[in-house]
């Protein structure tokens, strides 16, 4: 059975410089879409130091609500 559970989603995570503005926040489902993106980025950063830098392109949804 789908969880059709939603959650808020930074489109531009704080960490790059996003704000909890609401023009940066959309509301996706949580399984598949949210848990792919949040474990894509854990995945992407893993063993990472505080103040190095990575270029990585992030997938951002328009809207605010997803899909």
């Not at 399984?31 to 990472?48: C, E, F, I, R, S």
């Amino acid at each position: 059975m789908c969880n059709n559970k939603r959650e808020v989603h930074h489109k531009l995570p704080l960490d790059d410089g996003g704000t909890n503005d609401f023009s940066n926040l959309v509301l996706i489902k949580n399984d598949p879409y949210h848990q792919a993106l949040t474990n894509y980025q854990k995945k992407v950063t893993k063993g990472m130091s505080a103040g190095e830098s990575k270029t990585v392109t992030w997938y951002t949804m328009e809207g605010n609500i997803y899909p």
